[in-house]
């Protein structure tokens, strides 16, 4: 009785495994095979859905100000470049194992784990951390 009850609670799980992998996968592909920059109107979108808070928003119009211009750029081997004008920027990112969170960390910052909302090869939509320490952002494709 006892397997049957351990079989029937962690089925569920080992069946989640591969597909969060292929999700980890997929993303990481599509991040790292483009170069990318914001899109500040749905990145305005989202925060008018989510924002509790007028300081969040005040940080992102001014980081997507700062960007102007500028892109990011996914390394397959996890490192991080933005490149502005007149400064290269560097980082780290990650995806969580299970796909749920975009890491994103820059110059000695913290690590920001942004909940991803949806992703596709002309989209990446990440919503605002659980700790309200960032802005939501949405990455486009650059043209370069």
């Not at 999700?23 to 989202?46: A, F, P, V």
């Not at 820059?106 to 700790?131: F, R, T």
């Amino acid at each position: 009785m006892r397997i049957i009850i351990l079989i029937a609670v962690f089925l569920p799980f080992v069946g989640c495994a591969p597909k969060a992998a292929k999700n980890t996968e997929k993303l990481s592909e599509i991040l790292t095979h483009k170069r990318w920059k914001y899109d500040g109107e749905t990145m305005q979108e989202i925060l008018a859905i989510n924002n509790q808070d007028g300081k969040i928003e005040q940080r992102m119009k001014r980081n997507i100000s700062q960007m102007e211009g500028g892109h990011f750029i996914f390394n397959p081997d996890g490192r991080l470049q933005i490149l502005l004008p007149k400064i290269n920027i560097r980082g780290d990112w990650s995806i969580d194992a299970d796909g749920s969170h975009l890491n994103l960390k820059v110059d000695g910052s913290i690590n920001v784990k942004h909940p991803i909302i949806e992703y596709n090869d002309q989209m990446i939509k990440l919503d605002i951390d659980s700790k309200g320490t960032s802005f939501p952002r949405v990455f486009v494709p650059a043209e370069i």
